[in-house]
C-alpha cells in the first residue's frame, strides 16, 4: 500500500516537473484561431473576457502582497468588471506597481506561458495555473467572483488530472493564446472610453495622479506590453 502511493506520488511528480511533447503545427495554428474567435466577436468577448478580468485583478492583487501591501480582497462583477482593495501608503512605488499591474498582467502571464510550452511544461503550466486559482479563491469577497474562479480552478484541474496529453496540450496552447490575444483588447477599449470622457478612475488615470505622467503614456505602456507580449509569445509558440 505504502509502495504504491509512493509510486503514484513518484509519477505526478514526473507529470508534474517533466515535459511533454510539443502539438503539431496545425494544432497550434487552429488553437489561435479559436482564441481569436474567443475575442474579437462582441457577443463572445463579453462573456470570454471574465478570464482576463481574472488575470487582471490577480495582477493587482499579487503585486499588492509582493510590494508589502495588505490586501484586503477582491470581487469580480458579471460586466466583467472588478475590484481590488489593499492597504497601504496610498503613494510611492509600492502603489504605483500595483495600479500597473492590472492591465499588464493577462499579457506578461501570456507571455510566461508561451515560455513555459516553449520548453514544453504543459503539465506545469496547468498546474501552476490551478493553484493561482486557488490562492486567488481565498481574497474572492463576493459570490459571483468565487464562483468564476471556481469553475476557471475546476476547468484546469479537470484538463491537468482527467484528460490525455493531446487534450491538456490543446487547451494550454488556447488558454495561452487568448491570455495574448484578450490581453490586447482592453487597453483599446480604455483608450475609447477615455476619448469619450469616460472610465475617468481607470488604472491610467490613477497612475497619472500618482506620478504626473500623463494617463496617455500609461496607456502607451499597457499597449507596448500587450502588443511585445503577443509577439513574443506567438514566435515562442510557433517556432518550437
Known sequence: ????????????????????AA????????TAAVALAAVLPHAVWRVSRNAVT?????????????TGRRLDGIRLHSDTSGLTVSRGKPTGLGMILTAAAGY??????????????????????LWIATAL?????????????????IISGGVFLG??????????AAFAYTVV???LLGGVRPAFELQAKRRHGGAGDSDADQLSRLTHVPAGMWLFLFHAVSLCSLIGGARWMLTV
Do not use: K
Open 1 to 20: 500500500m505504502h509502495t504504491s502511493a509512493s509510486a503514484s506520488l513518484g509519477d505526478l511528480w514526473d507529470r508534474l516537473t517533466g515535459t511533454q
Open 23 to 30: 502539438p503539431e503545427q496545425w494544432l497550434v495554428l487552429v
Open 54 to 66: 481574472i488575470a487582471h485583478e490577480g495582477g493587482h492583487g499579487l503585486v499588492a502582497l509582493l
Open 104 to 125: 499588464t498582467a493577462p499579457p506578461l502571464l501570456g507571455l510566461a506561458g508561451a515560455a513555459l510550452l516553449g520548453e514544453g511544461r504543459i503539465t506545469a503550466l
Open 133 to 149: 486559482l486557488v490562492a486567488m479563491l481565498v481574497m474572492i469577497r463576493n459570490a459571483y467572483g468565487a464562483l468564476t474562479v
Open 159 to 168: 484538463v491537468s488530472w482527467l484528460a490525455d496529453t493531446d487534450v491538456q
Open 177 to 179: 493564446w487568448f491570455l
